[in-house]
């Protein structure tokens, strides 16, 4: 039995707390506004974020980050991209002991573009290093609730990392592959929130199977392009955390990137839509990362360039479709 | 203004045809049941297979091929796989200009394994070797029809012929991309039938997008492994006739191959179900060639051999799926 800390209370972060209570693990969960760790600790129950879902009893919940991971041999992230930092800073002032730490958000770190595990390799302390593993994948956390077969991929610099994650994760209904491309596995789970929009305008616009076949191929292609000039490796991208995360994301009527477009394709002003969200939606923020690094890089991302001018410079989503298939006849590469 | 001529009048011939004639083409259309040719005729309606789509009067149709290709600039087949043969035996014998020969047909031949093209360039005069092209992609008919956003790839040996065909078909809802890999193009379109069918039994099962991104992603990671053995390029997986059909197909209600897969989850017997469809499922012949060739070139496709043994050795759907979960933990590969 390993002892395992979540930070961070959303429905990945609960979701994740319970699959590996039912493995047997010792769970600690972390969730930072006291007044809704106390809710959580009584109840039971996530009813923001996870409703309907028993969180056993013998996991234990704090809104104090100290008593959450003493002892912990794992510490898990999965609090919203933009907190990332902060809570990696708290956690540094802490003295632990060596941690696994994994990493299960999915985002860049606006302004300065980081990947989450970069985040973390800035703010923990040195030792922690290569320790650090992200896992990622076509994870709606309702359906891994339900016990809906799901497989992921875990990734680090150390085959021995991603091995131990991977014998902790693994269950009946809860596959883990492992991956030594960090970097890849990052930028597929982070940059498919981009194309997902661009789903949900596609699904808002009453578009049909071919265009999202067609949209989730050309989205998977300039998702390459870019992750192969940051270091990513190409077949990552046709993996769990790429194609795979795509295809669950941009079909699901649980995904809130897919909703936030085709909420906005129906002529919802995007203000309104996120303000009536209670999670986050970290594909906005991940559209400015990613049309910044598409700059930086020099790398064509026709699509994730519409997604931006669709919700920062008030593009007609339909006519953004319409520029995008009437660009000029090319043949079919990656890079 | 080219002479097209389309062999097979099922739904996506006929809306080829269609698409081609609003591009200012001249299209004939061969049928080749006589009776069906003439109620085409005269209805201008495809009732078995596109009922409520307009056929336009200048569309020639007729069950004689002779009088269907003649003078034709370019030929379709869109016949169903297990008699385009037979249909390139009966073209042979006609006396013909060189004209351009485009394959649509998404399967492989029983019994001799071979690809679509390889059984056009059996039982075609020898000059039409270098002219022969295929055309695969997200292509649910009925939405090409609705003039739903569609892009799709054309490849052959030589380039010329890709941009000649890719310059007729091309039009604002149609995208054609070009691709020299003919090969990985025609198994692409192909092998997506037989993970169509598990998509299905995921679906008949009430699983989730959890699910279906796994199994996506896992039978692109099959299919490919089978086709760079075969000859194709790993990267045309990755593309429109790869995971772009693949996702349409496995998520679009339309499919037929995905209709079989969820039918017999739900306990219907296979024969009762083929037997109440109009159109061919090709996606159960290509279960059997698939699962002859993963085991003639050594290949592991546990996907496949899985709805090999759904469908033709009465294995249990669910517990196929289990037993996909409960493999040996492993890594990510490809190869």
Known sequence: MASISILGAGNWGTTLAILLHSN?????????????AERLRSLRENKESLPGVLIPSDIFISSHLQEVVRGAEIIVFAVPSHVLREVAKGLAKIELDLALIVSVVKGLENNTLLRMSQVLEEELPPKFRDSIAVLSGPTIATEVCQGIPTAVVVAAREEKVTRKVQSIFMAPTFRVYTNGDVIGVELGGALKNVIAIAA????????GANTKGALLTRGLAEIARLGIKMGAQEVTFAGLSGIGDLIATCFSMHSRNRYVGEEHAKGIPLPEILSSMVMVAEGVKTTKAAYELSQRFGVEMPITHQVYRVLFEG?????????????????????
């Open 24 to 36: 047997g693990q010792k769970v600690n969960l972390w969730e930072f506004r006291p007044k809704y």
């Open 315 to 335: 593009h007609d989503p339909r006519l953004a479709v319409s520029e995008l298939m009437l660009r000029e006849a090319t043949t079919e590469i990656w890079r």
């Open 200 to 207: 949900g305008i596609i699904d808002g616009l009453g578009f």
